[in-house]
């Protein structure tokens, strides 16, 4: 991630299940292309195409755990950026709960000093939906862009439309601790409207200038699980 960054992958999850006397589990994995892969409102693929693929595993108790592999471009040379996840989710009376842990990995040697972690809270109720990630353990030097404290708060609202499409509008804002007086002021806000129907999903975003990626993206999606 770094200077640009990452993710609207849409994965369904069928999946693999896997049964014991106390309890049952599932293990899906998932494939997808897109037309450029962004993350938060900016590019991770220097506007170009990424594919992915990962594996999970859910439990009925709501842990659940995971791996996600990706394609990135931050124009330093093509890379790769693994996920690793996991965290508990859950309802009660309605309310959609999620809270878990992700660690960003970029193997290649032009992305060093990326990695970060994110403790992260998602909500929902109803067609509304929200969240918060926290930064944590990251690569980067202090006080400096996606170094420890940086926050990202997100609102979405989704409904179904005719003919089984749905319309997911969301709101989201980055703000980075970081000292000004060297790296000046980086936080952002983004909007973005998602149109999906089956396993494509066309993206209409946008991004505040101070993402350093504010052109208007509009982008073509298509994933698939087994």
């Not at 594919?51 to 040379?77: I, Q």
């Not at 790769?80 to 040697?109: K, M, N, R």
């Not at 998602?122 to 996606?146: M, R, V």
């Amino acid at each position: 991630m770094k200077a640009n960054q990452k993710k609207l992958f849409l994965g369904v999850a069928l999946g693999l299940c896997a049964v014991s006397s106390s309890a049952m589990a599932e293990v899906s994995a998932n494939f997808g292309v897109t037309s450029n892969y962004l993350w938060r409102g900016v590019t991770q693929s220097a506007d170009g195409p990424s594919v992915s693929g990962g594996l999970d595993y859910s439990h009925e108790s709501g842990f659940y755990a995971g791996t996600w592999l990706g394609s990135v471009d931050w124009g330093n040379g093509n890379g790769s950026e693994v996920d690793l996840y996991l965290g508990y989710s859950g309802e009660s009376e309605g309310f959609g709960y999620d809270v878990g842990y992700i660690y960003y990995h970029y193997p290649e040697t032009e992305y060093d000093d990326s990695d970060f972690g994110e403790v992260y809270f998602n909500g929902s109720f109803g067609d509304l939906g929200f969240g918060l990630a926290y930064t944590t353990n990251s690569d980067a030097d202090d006080d400096a862009p996606f170094a420890d404290g940086d926050l990202y708060y997100h609102v979405s609202y989704g409904f179904a439309l005719p003919e089984d499409y749905s319309l997911t509008l969301t709101y989201g804002y980055y703000s980075f601790d970081v000292d000004e007086s060297v790296y000046g002021d980086w936080d952002y806000g983004h909007f973005q409207v998602d149109v999906a129907k089956g396993d494509f999903t066309f993206t209409v975003s946008k991004a505040d200038e101070d993402s350093g990626d504010d052109d208007t993206k509009f982008v073509v999606s298509w994933g698939t699980s087994f």
